[in-house]
């Protein structure tokens, strides 16, 4: 595995344990897309660093439990800003 994807990986990683963010928002950070993000966290990590690979793999988890309330509340947000816009 080349260098700069070893170390892309564990930057990854621990901003994810450090912020608890999404695959999504850790896409974002780093300016590259969320399939690149979950190919290195679920793939590339165990190889590199199983401790961390673990941490981050129970946060993915809790994310993934959770994401159906999160789309819920940004449905409401987004409906409740184009009520006040009408208003």
């Known amino acids: 595995m080349k260098g700069y994807i070893e170390e892309r990986t564990i930057e990854l990683a621990n901003h ?12 974002k950070k780093f300016g590259i897309s969320k399939s ?4 290195d966290i679920t793939e ?7 401790r961390l690979w ?12 959770e994401r159906h309330i999160r789309g ?3 449905t409401r947000e987004k409906y409740k800003a184009e ?3 009408e208003s």
């Open 16 to 27: 994810i344990a450090e912020n608890k963010c999404t695959v999504r928002d850790a896409a």
């Open 36 to 39: 690149t993000v979950h190919k």
């Open 44 to 50: 590339r990590l165990p190889k590199i660093n199983r």
């Open 54 to 65: 673990k941490e981050v793999h129970q946060i993915l988890l809790e994310n993934k439990q």
């Open 72 to 74: 819920g509340k940004a």
């Open 83 to 85: 009520s006040e816009a």
